[in-house]
């Protein structure tokens, strides 16, 4: 295809190379230029060495700016900001707008100033796009930063977690003391790795036994959140002790060692490996949570692994072609009609290929079973000994 002729300044050249050749400009640099918005001259007569990106001249106010950045260094802008803003707007007076008020946006998390969002994201270990969504719908950021802790993944030292309680339980330390620290200016790591003194004030605890100076000094010898055997104690009619024998029997039974902390009661565990919830396990296996669910309310005294066994077992209708059984979807995409299809060898597949093949019986626990089977017992065992105190009086 024949070159088109240019005009430029009033003089006609026959391609845009040589209309380069005669600027002595880069022809590949001009096309670029062009293809991003740039005019002819400010693609030939912008400077070489200035960005492509600041390289926009814009008006403000009646005043005209080389380039988004110079504008940004005269009005005390940022220059990131207003760039980003412009190029997604593209109106100069939205974008200072924002510059403006970004620029007012308080950056403070727990008394410490922080320079952009990304920043708070890489310190706390959370996700830039979850914090950053979170500021746009007017939470604050300090809460949006709380929140992402307590229901995002947080990466913390290389390792990933699946919340803030966890990274808490794996440093042996409650929550709150974590945010208590962060607030008295300590940074995370600090928070979490910093030995933990002991308490003033203690009433002695006597457990299978032995004294312990308080009731924190024991969980921290059994690995149990204090925190945690209080929050039960709002819905269980047991004393201090006796919540805490229930949880202490959960995580024997469940193979916790005395230095893995209990903040929570694990929906399951398979093989030392504690879930909060089934919503990561059944994404792994590619089972919706309602139809575990369902299945589960249909067997309410089964526990999830007699469930899950029962779906690794579910089939589901396939036909045999080159000698193996395929779904009806991939064989339309081979081509086959659906009369062809129809005509096919009757076949089976698994309906959860993901779960097929995966150990459901060695080192798997309902812990929320085992937690309401312990806990019940204990119930019992209270109200006995209520009893019989009770006749010992009469």
């Known amino acids: 295809m024949p070159p088109k002729p240019v005009s430029y300044k009033g003089k006609e050249y026959s391609s845009r190379k040589e209309l380069c050749q005669e600027y002595g400009i880069d022809e590949k640099r001009v096309t670029g230029r062009l293809c991003s918005g740039w005019t002819l001259e400010e693609a030939v007569e912008t400077a070489c060495g200035e960005k492509i990106t600041n390289g926009i001249p814009v008006e403000y106010e009646g005043v005209r700016y080389p380039s988004l950045r110079s504008m940004a260094e005269k009005l005390g802008l940022s220059a990131s900001a207003l760039q980003h803003a412009y190029y997604r707007t593209k109106d100069i007076q939205q974008a200072v707008e924002y510059s403006r008020e970004y620029a007012s946006r ?75 620290r ?12 910093r030995p933990i003194k002991g308490m003033g004030n203690k009433n002695e605890t006597v457990y299978r036994g032995k004294t312990y100076e308080s009731q924190i000094d024991l969980c921290r010898a059994y690995g149990i959140s204090v925190l945690f055997v209080r929050e039960q104690l709002r819905s269980q009619p047991l004393t201090f002790l006796e919540e805490f024998d229930v949880l202490n029997r959960l995580k024997e039974q469940l193979g916790m060692g005395k230095e893995e902390m209990l903040n929570y009661i694990p929906h399951c565990r398979i093989r030392g490996k504690n879930h909060k919830t089934m919503a990561g396990l059944l994404r792994e296996f590619g089972i919706t949570a309602s139809a575990f669910y369902t299945r589960k309310c249909r067997n309410e005294d089964k526990d999830v692994f007699a469930v899950l066994k029962e779906m690794q077992k579910e089939t589901r209708r396939a036909y045999v072609a080159d000698g193996k059984p395929m779904l009806p979807e991939e064989l339309q995409k081979m081509g086959y009609t659906k009369y062809r299809i129809s005509q096919l060898p009757r076949g089976e597949l698994p309906k959860y290929p993901k779960i097929q093949g995966f150990d459901l019986d060695t080192g798997c626990m309902d812990g929320e079973k085992l937690y309401y089977e312990i806990l019940n017992g204990k119930l019992q065992e209270v109200s006995q000994t209520e009893e019989e105190m009770g006749m010992r009086m009469e």
């Open 106 to 180: 308080d950056m403070t998390v727990w008394g410490k100033e922080y320079q952009s969002l990304s920043q708070v994201a890489l310190v706390f270990g959370i996700s830039h796009y979850y914090l950053t969504s979170q500021v746009r719908e007017g939470v604050k950021l300090q809460e949006a930063v709380k929140k992402a802790l307590e229901t995002e993944p947080v990466q913390f030292q290389g390792k990933t977690y699946e919340n803030f309680v966890d990274l808490c339980a794996a440093y042996r330390i409650q929550p709150a003391n974590v945010y208590f």
């Open 182 to 193: 962060l607030e008295y200016g300590m940074d995370l790591k600090e928070a979490l790795t």
